[in-house]
């Protein structure tokens, strides 16, 4: 009976990664997810702060906008998000889907990154930007050389989950046409007929990156409380 399963899991794994080198349909998958979840975090950082810089400002007109699309943008579903900038936004734009993708995504991440950093400067003492403004720094100073540095061990950890999540939602690029790992096993269970395998590889690749993105962040964090 072992035996027995051994065999067809052999003939399952040969017939749907060896034959024919289908493996190279999760390679490139593999590369462009990754792209993907790197390009994207880097943008959702960019806007995350931009936003949350304006929603802290005094400036009520920034801080309503500001407000305005973290509202908007966490009450609609990402692949809404990247279809509506996909086939409306760059519609006549002739852009790399990777490009297109990297975007929406980094747009939707930077909503949550927002709100992570935001509780971050207000989880610091009020006394600092007080203390800041009364030896003469403008607010901007004062957020660059004095909040945000200490900020920032309150918000890495809440950074590094978000870019886990992330890493798990560009499973949806494949609506727009990008070969990444679920698009990959797609095309394999196309070709193979297969109802289970293909799915299986990747459910077992995101798990094995998102434990190594884990055990990354944890270690940072082992790393800041011993500095503390």
């Known amino acids: 009976m072992i035996m027995k399963i051994i065999g067809k899991l052999s003939d399952e794994i040969f017939f749907n990664l060896i034959r024919e080198n289908r493996y190279l349909h999760f390679v490139k998958g593999l590369g462009i997810s990754i792209q993907l979840t790197f390009y994207a975090a880097l943008i959702g950082g960019a806007i995350g702060l931009l936003i949350a810089l304006a929603r802290l400002t005094n400036n009520k007109v920034l801080s309503y906008f500001a407000s305005k699309y973290v509202d908007i943008i966490r009450g609609t579903p990402v692949v809404v998000q990247l279809l509506i900038i996909y086939f409306a936004v760059f519609a006549s734009v002739n852009m790399h889907r990777v490009a297109v993708a990297s975007i929406a995504f980094g747009i939707n991440s930077g909503a949550y990154v927002a709100e992570l950093i935001r509780a971050g400067i207000q989880a ?19 957020m660059y050389h004095i909040i945000i540095p200490q900020a920032i061990k309150n918000i890495l950890p809440g950074m590094g989950n978000e870019v886990i999540s992330l890493w798990k939602e560009t499973a949806i690029a ?22 289970y395998t293909p799915y299986l590889v990747i459910a077992l690749i995101y798990f094995y990156i998102t434990v ?11 790393g800041m409380r011993k500095s503390d």
């Open 174 to 195: 494949g609506f727009i046409g990008l070969e990444d790992l679920m698009r990959g096993a797609e095309i394999v269970r196309g070709r193979t007929f297969s109802n």
């Open 124 to 142: 610091v003492d009020k006394g600092q930007m007080e203390a800041a403004r009364s030896l003469g720094l403008s607010y901007s100073q004062s």
């Open 212 to 222: 190594m993105m884990t055990a990354a962040l944890g270690k940072m964090e082992r």
